[in-house]
Every structure is written in structure tokens, then in C-alpha cells.
Antibody, heavy 122, light 107 residues
């Protein structure tokens, strides 16, 4: 059974960098069939796709966040990470990591972490 | 960027009702659309992928249809466990975009 677990600080100061790690168990993050993604959700609001990374290291980012986001992967640790620079209160949200299963005509999140709340506040 | 407009943003319905939620894309996305259900405090759960394929384990009262820019999620007979928020997600470009969500509440 694949499991994903987010970890990182729950409180980040404005203008600082938000850093989260997703640890994957029950499967290899280096498998070429999956993307590894970050999604966030502010309280009482909808879902926002932040970005994703393939095992090769190639990435896709949400254009609205692209200038501030970096997603990286460490196959030796079976982890992938999110860095979001210059945060403001608007970045306060529950952050989810998720696995994307991709095929010839389909692509969907099949496993999710439980989510971690990150609050941006001084 | 492809924008997804989901409607309604909320609805009230009774157990046994037929419920329809729609998503409209700002440009054609072929059939590259998924539907997710989210309950409070939980990660979303996949219901339907590629417009109409029911994910394993999802009850058959859920169905999806559409093509091009207009898509529909239908719950044929609403059950108590179905009260939740529903999101569409298009994946026709490199990174998908979610619809704004539809909260289904008890009437």
C-alpha cells in the first residue's frame, strides 16, 4: 500500500520560504510511471494545483506561482519537496502531496498525503 | 491557461434526489476531465476519470459525461454519504486546473 506523508514547519514568517517534504512509502518514487505533485487548499476554499515533478526531475508549475516555486525529488530517500519563496498570508493553506498515475488517455491523483496546515504569520 | 467554471457552487438536496454538477472549460479539453469528492478534513477522493470511467470501488450511482468544453457529474440517487464537496479537474495541458467546487448539503 502506497503512503505519502507531508512534513515541515507549520508556521512560516512572511517573506520567508515555505519548505515541505513528502515521504513516500510502499513504492519507489523512481518508478517512471508517476508524477509527484503538490496541491494546496486555503481554509474554506478550493483546491489549487501547485506543481508536479517526474522521476527524471522534469517539472511543471502553476503559472501563477511559477516565479516562487521549486519542486525537487530525491530518489535515494524516496522523497520529493516543495519550496515556496517570499510567502504572504495568502499562502496559508493545507498543503497536500499526491501521486499522479498517468497513462495514454488518463491522468489522476491516486494516492494523497493527509495534508499539513502551513500558516504564514509573524 | 485553461479555466474551469463549476456550477452550482453549492446546492441543497434530499436523500434520493438526482443531482447534477457541471464543469465548463474555457477551451476544449477533449475528454481529459476527472471528478473528485472531498469531505471535511480529508484529502479528495477520485470518483471518475477520463470524463466517464468510474474509479474502482466507487458506487454506480455516480456517473460522468461530456466532451469538448462541457462536462457533467451526476449522482442518480443521493445517499447520506454523498454530502460533500465535489471538484472537477482538467488535465489536457501540462498541469491541470481544478474547478471551484460544488458543496452538496442536506436539505
Amino acid at each position: 500500500q502506497v503512503r505519502l506523508q507531508e512534513s515541515g514547519p507549520g508556521l512560516v514568517r512572511p517573506s520567508q520560504t515555505l519548505s515541505l517534504t513528502c515521504t513516500v512509502s510502499g513504492g519507489s518514487i523512481g518508478s517512471g510511471r508517476y508524477y509527484w505533485s503538490w496541491i494546496r487548499q486555503p481554509a474554506e476554499k478550493g483546491l489549487e494545483y501547485i506543481g508536479r515533478i517526474f522521476s527524471s526531475g522534469s517539472t511543471n508549475y502553476n503559472p501563477s506561482l511559477k516565479s516562487r516555486v521549486t519542486i525537487s525529488i530525491d530518489t535515494s530517500k524516496n522523497q520529493f519537496s516543495l519550496r515556496l519563496n517570499s510567502v504572504t498570508a495568502a499562502d496559508t493553506a493545507v498543503y497536500y502531496c499526491a501521486r499522479v498515475l498517468s497513462g495514454s488517455y488518463y491522468e489522476y491523483f491516486d494516492y494523497w498525503g493527509q495534508g499539513t496546515l502551513v500558516t504564514v504569520s509573524s | 491557461d485553461i479555466q474551469m467554471t463549476q456550477s452550482p457552487s453549492s446546492l441543497s438536496a434530499s436523500v434520493g434526489d438526482r443531482v447534477t454538477i457541471t464543469c465548463r472549460a474555457s477551451q476544449s479539453i477533449s475528454g481529459y476531465l476527472n471528478w473528485y469528492q472531498q469531505k471535511p478534513g480529508k484529502a479528495p477522493n477520485l470518483l471518475i476519470y477520463a470524463t466517464s470511467t468510474l474509479q474502482s470501488g466507487v458506487p454506480s450511482r455516480f456517473s460522468g459525461s461530456g466532451s469538448g468544453t462541457d462536462f457533467t457529474l451526476t449522482i442518480s440517487s443521493l445517499q447520506p454519504d454523498d454530502f460533500a464537496t465535489y471538484y472537477c479537474l482538467q488535465y489536457s495541458n501540462y498541469l491541470g486546473t481544478f474547478g471551484g467546487g460544488t458543496k452538496v448539503e442536506i436539505k
